[in-house]
């Protein structure tokens, strides 16, 4: 039997945010085509509610489709919003929403949906000299208060330096004088402890994402195509969900992600699916809302993507 149809929207990039009215568009069409980043290849994808028995977004922002995702939660359709709130502000996040527009429009996202589908990313981690490691524990029980009752758990993970994230903290080094730091494991699992107990006394589980040494204690592993979470707040069981890793230690079940690299304008240095802010500002202001696909590149100009669909 099949694994039911779970869409990713996305990792790649933050849809919600920055592309709701093609997402719109798309629930409205049924469907919509994605290009394989490292292949070309392209796939057509169901967006139907009778194929797709979840979504999970990864978002800043939910706002803009907070009315389809709960127009999707009423059909059915199992909905998990991932929103990431660290509060670190410019450089490290130079165009993220506000600290406390973050905070207001969370408590409007749990509103909505509830506590089960409205999920905290602490994520990722960065340290710093204006960043160490006991400002983030002030930080992070700021932020856990703020969201108790809003929220079951929370997900962390630390930086990876990946060259799109090596290069852009690069740049911030250069011009504040000041390198990142790279914990080590001893310090990481320190930090992860001290944030877990922080967590816990705002009834908030911590969970590490793509990082198994740190799952120690009361400290879980993160799933975030989580098949227990979709059941539960689809209140039904998922059946024959396949455990599909994306890279090591990652816990997620098989889903299909229908973003596109370098679509974020959010600006966020560590970020692995930008390579700069201005690129992703083109790729936006290129696209076509209209279009099947999120961002067209100049390869498939003119072409019926049905014909590319293998």
Not at 59 to 86: F, N, W
Not at 221 to 232: L, T
Request: hydrophobic residues 40%; contains cysteine.
């Amino acid at each position: 039997m099949e694994s039911p149809l779970i869409v990713s929207a996305s990792r790649r990039t933050d849809i919600a945010a920055f592309h709701s009215r093609w997402f719109r568009r798309r629930l409205d069409e049924g469907f919509c085509h994605v290009m394989q980043p490292y292949t070309g290849r392209v796939a057509r994808v169901s967006l139907s509610p009778d194929d797709v028995c979840a979504f999970v977004f990864w978002t800043r922002d939910p706002m803009p489709l907070l009315p389809e995702m709960e127009a999707l939660q009423k059909r059915g359709v199992g909905v998990l919003v991932h929103v990431t709130i660290t509060g670190y502000g410019p450089p490290v996040e130079s165009h993220g929403p506000p600290l406390s527009t973050a905070l207001r429009n969370f408590e409007r996202l749990a509103a909505r949906l509830g506590p089960d589908a409205s999920l905290w990313r602490y994520d990722p981690i960065v340290l710093s000299e204006e960043l160490p490691a006991p400002a983030h524990r002030v930080r992070f029980e700021t932020l856990a208060a703020a969201l108790e009752g809003m929220t079951h758990r929370c997900t962390f993970s630390f930086v990876d330096f990946y060259g799109k994230t090596t290069r852009n903290l690069a740049k911030i080094e250069a011009s504040a004088g000041k390198p990142f730091h790279r914990p080590d494991l001893d310090e990481r699992k320190e930090l992860a402890h001290d944030l877990e107990q922080i967590a816990a006394r705002h009834s908030i589980r911590l969970l590490s994402c793509c990082e198994d040494a740190l799952v120690e204690g009361d400290v879980g592993k993160s799933r975030c195509i989580d098949p227990q979470a979709i059941a539960k707040v689809m209140g039904r069981p998922l059946e024959n969900a396949a455990f599909k890793p994306t890279r090591q230690d990652c816990g997620c079940a098989q889903s299909v992600d229908i973003g596109a690299y370098d679509t974020c304008a959010f600006g966020c240095a560590y970020c692995y699916a930008t390579s700069s802010r201005d690129a992703a500002l083109r790729r936006i202001r290129a696209a076509d809302a209209n279009d099947s696909i999120l961002f067209r590149p100049a390869s498939l100009t003119g072409v019926d993507l049905d014909s590319r669909v293998n």
